[in-house]
């Protein structure tokens, strides 16, 4: 079932989330933490992830507006980043996993 990015974000239904990610990210080897930004007319989410190799970081607005990025951590250089418009939950969760995925892949 997917939910709306403003219930999301601004109601913080993604806290139920979170428990059952982080588990799934540590299988990984990926922490994953989650901070709401200071309330503004286009409230966001932060989505940060870490491994022994890369930091990413994952921030969408419930305006649907989504910047995902990933560095690596011994230079310092972005290996990811990109712009998206994600319109729910499912979209979301399909941009999370993608920069898990790429991270993990980058471990070996």
């Given at each position: 079932m997917a939910f709306s990015l403003d219930?999301?974000?601004?109601?913080?239904?993604f806290d139920q989330f979170?428990?059952?990610?982080?588990?799934?990210?540590?299988?990984?080897?990926?922490?994953?933490?989650?901070t709401y930004c200071k309330p503004t007319n286009n409230p966001a989410l932060c989505l940060d992830l870490e491994n022994a190799?890369?930091?990413?970081?994952l921030t969408?607005?419930?305006?649907?507006?989504?910047?995902?990025e990933v560095i690596r951590i011994a230079d310092g250089v972005q290996v990811m980043?990109?712009?998206?418009?994600?319109e729910s939950s499912d979209g979301l969760l399909a941009a999370l996993f993608g920069i898990g995925n790429f991270m993990?892949?980058?471990l070996g």
């Open positions: 219930a999301l974000i601004t109601g913080r239904q979170l428990p059952e990610l982080s588990a799934r990210f540590r299988r990984l080897d990926i922490d994953l933490e989650c190799t890369h930091v990413g970081r969408l607005w419930t305006s649907g507006a989504c910047e995902v980043g990109e712009s998206l418009m994600v993990k892949a980058a």
